[in-house]
Every structure is written in C-alpha cells, then in structure tokens.
C-alpha cells in the first residue's frame, strides 16, 4: 500500500534574533533548528505516535505538515502531491483532507462562536455553502457521541473531555483522510482519556482515518497506535512498529523513557533507568550523538562522530541511530509488565 502522507528530510528552523541585532552582535548563525532532518511516511488506516520529551519538536512537525509553520529544508508530500512550497490557495483542496486537533482543546476554539457555529466553519471556510449547517452539525455531534442539543452551548460551557470532542467533531467535518492529534488526552481525567482514546479508534475502524498522534503518554502509545518514533532535539533516533519497540527498544533514550513509564502494580519490580543531565539547548547542540552527554552507554567516538541510521535485523522496518545500539537481551532484562488498558476497549 502506497503512503498517504511521506514526510522526508524536513528540517524546520526559528530565527533567535532580528537581522539588524544580528548584524549588530556579529552572529552568523541568528537561528534555532527546531525539526533536523526528520523522515517518515503514514498509510491509509495507520496510526503513528510521535514520542518525545517536551520542547523535542513534535509540535513543529505537525504544523509543519499542515503549512503552519514552513519548512527550510524537506519534502512533504500527500499522496504523492508536493506540498511545499505552494500558496494557501493551491495548498487548500489538500487541507480538506488533512486536519489537525490542538492540544489546548478549550483555547483552539474561539469563545465568540457557538458550537454549531464552530462546526459549520470548515463548509464556509471551503466554499461548501450548499450544506445544511444544522443537519450537518447534528451528524457531526452524534458521531463523536455529544447530544445534539450541545450545538447551543459556547467552549466556556464545555468540559475540558467535551471541548476535546468538539475538536474532533470540527477536524471530521471535511471527511478527512488523515487527522493529526495533539495531546489528545492532556488534562483530561483517566476516564475521560479512555473515552476520547475510544473514539479516536471506533472512527478509525469506521472511517479508515489516518491518525498522527502526539503525546507523553507511553500507555496511549502503546495500545493505539501501530508505529511510533521517538524523537530528541528535533530528530528521530528510533522508528518502528510499536510492539518491537516496547519489546526490544534499541536506543538508550528509548529505553530510558519506556523504564520510565508509569506502572500501576504497586507489587511490580521495576528497572527505573536514570537519565541524567540536562536536555542540551538546541542553540548549541552537542557534536557527535546529541545524546551522549546523558546516555549511560557512552563510548568516546560519540562524542564527535554522529550516527548512521541502522536497520534492525529482525525488521527493517525498525531503525535507530546509535553507534552502541542495544541488544535484545539487554532490553529485555529491563522490560515492565504491560501496563493497564486504558478505556473498556483495550
């Protein structure tokens, strides 16, 4: 099956300065690149989740991809159209079938509009006046299991799981293809998470959406998604079916964070692995491995020689950059019990 979305070598880049001060202070380089070379591709159906401590670049990826935010470098291409480079009006018939859900569910949705005034946006926005906004609102609320009678209420009326909803409901307006979640389940009560979480996958199941999903939680990771990359100072340093992963991470930081999952079972052993330092400022990256002022494994060409991508031998679907990569026996001496399901789904 042929990618919906193929992202490859997108590099995305901040300026830090103004040219004048810039020019002023002698700095050559008045920039901060967020995104470094990040590659990857999602099928139709596919579910990827994107992993990573704050600040790694996730966020920019997403709004890289739905033109928010330019790239510098890179391709980003859907279903085999370009979408770089082209304006707001030749990117908009691609935006119908691309949408986005924001991590900040009650602040993405503007406090002057009511919600079916919220829902009927994308219609105008996209030139489909002929649709019954009151009709197509009802459908839209039933679909993300809201009572048609919410389509009076404002966001301040709503809670933070019913806003989340909204926000769905609005990004499946369009009938997209693909839905990109940020922090789906951020400030949301653990049965409220399951029952976003419920929906993002009953929607898929019935829609065959595409879903790139944001988040922390190593738990949502796991049990809804099917790939997922792991990212540091706006690279990928490893990506992969999610089971073998979990299973058999080859990346130090990749396993440091899976150590660091929560794990209900207050009886359970666990293999806490420490990572210690601070995250490097992305102003003055480290050379070689960006990790390796923190990685336990260190050896001294990390420190100046940076990483080929290499492929694992049970799945080349499987990379990692790492000079040092784990073997599978050393991952697995440090492999949790599987944590509780989340939502009466899973």
Do not use: W
């Not at 008045?30 to 704050?54: H, N, Q, W, Y």
């Amino acid at each position: 099956m042929s990618a919906l979305l193929r992202v490859q070598d997108l590099c995305v880049r901040f300026r830090t300065m103004g040219p004048l001060k810039a020019l002023a202070t002698g700095t050559k380089h008045p920039f901060v690149d967020a995104v470094c070379g990040v590659s990857f591709e999602i099928r139709k159906g596919e579910t990827l989740g994107l992993v990573g401590e704050s600040g790694s670049g996730k966020s920019t990826v997403a709004r890289a991809i739905m033109g928010l935010r330019p790239p510098v470098r890179g391709s980003i291409r859907f279903e085999g159209q370009e979408l770089t480079g082209l304006t707001v009006a030749e990117r908009k018939p691609y935006l119908r079938r691309m949408t986005m859900t924001f991590q900040d569910p009650i602040g993405s949705l503007s406090p002057r509009l009511t919600v079916r005034s919220l829902l009927s946006e994308p219609f105008r926005i996209h030139g489909l006046s002929n649709r019954d906004a009151g009709a197509e609102t009802e459908r839209l609320l039933r679909m993300v299991g809201l009572p048609t009678d919410f389509a009076r209420r404002y966001p301040h009326q709503l809670s933070g799981g019913q806003a989340r909803r909204v926000g769905v409901a609005r990004a499946l307006a369009l009938n997209p293809d693909l839905i990109i979640a940020d922090e789906p389940t951020a400030g949301l009560d653990v049965s409220v998470q399951g029952e976003v979480l419920n929906l993002f996958a009953r929607l898929q199941d019935e829609l065959g959406i595409a879903i790139l999903i944001i988040t922390h939680n190593l738990n949502v990771v796991r049990h809804i998604t099917d790939r997922m990359a792991i990212m540091y100072l706006g690279r990928f340093v490893e990506i992969g079916p999610t089971e073998q992963i979990f299973d058999q991470p080859r990346h130090p930081y990749t396993q440091a964070l899976l150590s660091a999952n929560t794990e209900p079972d207050p009886d359970a052993v666990l293999n806490r692995i420490e990572i210690k330092g601070e995250v490097p400022s992305l102003m003055r990256r480290p050379s070689g491995c960006e990790f390796h002022t923190r990685c336990r494994y260190v050896q001294k060409i990390c420190s100046s020689v940076f990483p080929e991508t290499s492929v694992s031998p049970n799945d080349a679907k499987h990379s990692f950059k790492c000079h040092f990569p784990l073997e599978p026996e050393t991952a697995r001496s440090l492999q949790q019990r599987p944590p509780v399901p989340i939502g009466s789904r899973f």
